[in-house]
C-alpha cells in the first residue's frame, strides 16, 4: 500500500527554516518586525514543503484571531427559526459576512445574545474570552445597546453597527432606511395613491422609526395627511394582524398600507382577504426587507429590498481596515437597497373604477 503523505504543519515549516514557531508565525502575518533575510528564508521553507497557513498558525503571534465576531438577537433568531416562516436574515448575514472573511483569511463566528437581558455583558465577556475577536459586528437591536457597546470600547475591540447612525468611535451602516420607505410612499403616490398606512416596527429598533419618519417625511412632501394611519407592530405576523386590522375596519380606511417588514406585510394581506378586500383591487401593499416567502404569497408583494448580505460584507471589509489602521470613509456608510415591484400594488379602487366605467 502506498505510504499516506503526512500534511505540512508550520512544525514542519519552522524545523526546516531553523527557526522558532512565533517567527513562522510573524512571517506568514506579514509583521513588520521580522528581517528581510529571515522572512526570505521562512518563506522558502513554505514555498519547498507546499504549507497553507492555518488560523491556528496564523494566530500563534498573538497579534490577531482572524475571527470576526458577529452579534445577533437571541430571541428573534430563535423564534424565526422555530417558526421556518421563510426569514433569511441569518441566511444573508452569513453569505456576505462568511465570504468576505474568507478573502482575507478570516472566519466569522456567530453568537445568539439577548440583548434585553441583565447578564448581557457577562455573556459577551465569556465570548471575547473564548474566541478574542479582531471585530464584532452588532445588528439590531445590539447596535444601540449601550452595555454591549461600552463593553467592547473598554476592550478596545473595534466593533461595527449594522441599522445605526450613532456618530463615535464605531463604525456605523445603515442600509437608507428612511429614504427606501420614501420610495415606497412616492411609488404609491405615482399610482394614485393618497391615503397610504404605515405598520411601524417596535421601538427598541432605531430602523422602525427611521423607517416611519421616511413614510411621514414623503407623505409631507406629496401634502398628504397621516393621522390615524399609523399603527405598531413588533415585526410578528400576529402583531400585524391587529395593526392591519385597526387601520382597515376606519370609516376612511387607507387604499394601501406600507409594513416595515414582511410578517407584518403578509399579515395585513390575509386580514385583506379576510375582510373581502382585493389585493391590489380594494388595498396595495408594500413591504420591507423581501425575504423569499413575500414572493409566493398571492399575491407576491412589492417589497423594499434589504442588502443584507452587502451590508454585513462591507461592515466586515471596515472591521477589518480598523484592525489594519487604515484611514476609514465617513460614517455612517450607506449600502442602500431597492425596490422590487410584483403583483400587489395598483391604482386606488376609486381611479379602477373610473377606469372601467370609461370602457
Known amino acids: 500500500m502506498p505510504r499516506r503523505r503526512q500534511s505540512v504543519t508550520i512544525k514542519h ?22 528581517r528581510p533575510q529571515m522572512k526570505e528564508r521562512v518563506q522558502k521553507s513554505i514555498d519547498k514543503l507546499g504549507y497553507v497557513p492555518s488560523i491556528a498558525a496564523r494566530r500563534m503571534s498573538g497579534s490577531r484571531s482572524y475571527l470576526i465576531l458577529a452579534l445577533n438577537d437571541r430571541e428573534r433568531t430563535i423564534a424565526d427559526w422555530r417558526a421556518r416562516e421563510g426569514s433569511d436574515w441569518v441566511d ?29 455583558q457577562r455573556e459577551l465577556r465569556a465570548a471575547i474570552a473564548a474566541l478574542q475577536p ?24 473595534p466593533f461595527a453597527r449594522i ?17 427606501l420607505a420614501k420610495r415606497a410612499v412616492r411609488h404609491l403616490v405615482e399610482k394614485g395613491h393618497r391615503r397610504i398606512g404605515f405598520i411601524a416596527g417596535p ?10 419618519a421616511g413614510w411621514m417625511e414623503a407623505m409631507a412632501e406629496a401634502g398628504l395627511r397621516t393621522d390615524k394611519l399609523c399603527e405598531r407592530g413588533d415585526f410578528g405576523f400576529a402583531s400585524g394582524e391587529r395593526a392591519a386590522r385597526k387601520l382597515l375596519e376606519r370609516r376612511e380606511r387607507p ?8 410578517q407584518m406585510a403578509m399579515a395585513a394581506n390575509a386580514v385583506a382577504h379576510d375582510m373581502g378586500l382585493r389585493v391590489p383591487g380594494d388595498l396595495s401593499l408594500v413591504s420591507f426587507d423581501n425575504t423569499p416567502v413575500v414572493r409566493f404569497v398571492q399575491p407576491p408583494l412589492t417589497a423594499i429590498d434589504q442588502p443584507i448580505a452587502e451590508t454585513v460584507a462591507r461592515a466586515v471589509e471596515l472591521l477589518i481596515a480598523a484592525k489594519n489602521g487604515d484611514e476609514l470613509p465617513p460614517m455612517p456608510v450607506v449600502v442602500e437597497g431597492e425596490l422590487i415591484e410584483r403583483q400587489s400594488v395598483s391604482r386606488p379602487p376609486s381611479q379602477l373604477a373610473a377606469a372601467r366605467a370609461n370602457g
Open 255 to 262: 387604499t394601501a398600507i406600507i409594513a416595515s417588514n414582511d
Open 13 to 34: 515549516v519552522a524545523a526546516d527554516a531553523g527557526v522558532s514557531l512565533q517567527t513562522v508565525s510573524r512571517v506568514i502575518n506579514n509583521e513588520a518586525n521580522v
Open 163 to 179: 441599522g445605526s447612525r450613532v456618530q463615535d468611535d464605531a463604525i456605523a451602516l445603515t442600509m437608507g432606511d428612511d429614504r
Open 203 to 212: 421601538k427598541d429598533y432605531a430602523i422602525s422609526d427611521w423607517r416611519k
Open 92 to 120: 444573508q448575514m452569513l453569505l456576505g459576512g462568511m465570504l468576505k472573511c474568507a478573502e482575507h483569511g478570516y472566519r466569522l463566528m456567530v453568537e445568539l445574545v439577548d440583548t434585553h437581558s441583565d447578564h448581557v
Open 134 to 157: 479582531d471585530g464584532v459586528l452588532l445588528t439590531p437591536p445590539h447596535s444601540d445597546n449601550r452595555l454591549i457597546t461600552d463593553l467592547l470600547e473598554d476592550a478596545k475591540i
